[in-house]
C-alpha cells in the first residue's frame, strides 16, 4: 500500500536549506506520483529551468525561451505533514472493519504516527 499519494501535503526534510537556495523546510502538495521511479513531483518545490529553442505554431505565434516547471524528487526526500500539528511525520497502517452493504470487511487504514516529540 502507498504511503504517499496524490494530493497530500508533504514536506521537504533533506537538500539545500532554503537560506542556501534549496527547498528544505517547504511544504507542498503531491502533484504526480512516479512509482516506477520512486519520484514525485510537488507543487512548487524543486524548480528548473529549460530552454526551449524558439519555434512558431500552426497560428504563427512564436515558441521557445525560458521556462521553468518543478522538477520530481526522490520519495525519500519528502514526509507527510500531520494535518492536526502541521509538522513533518512517518505514516502507519492499521486494520479497520468496514461495512458495507451489509458485508463486512477489513481495510488498510493510513494514519499519521504521533512524532517522539509529541509524546
Known sequence: MARIK???????????SQARGGDRGKQGKIISVDATKNRVLVEGINFVTKHVRVGQ?????????IETFEAPIHVSNVAIVDPETKKPTRVGFRQEEV?????????????????????
Open 6 to 16: 496524490k494530493g497530500d501535503l508533504v514536506q521537504v526534510i533533506s537538500g539545500r
Open 57 to 65: 505554431t500552426q497560428r504563427g505565434t512564436k515558441t521557445g525561451g
Open 99 to 119: 461495512t458495507k452493504d451489509g458485508v463486512t470487511k477489513t481495510v488498510r487504514i493510513r494514519y499519521a504516527k504521533k512524532s517522539g516529540k509529541d509524546l
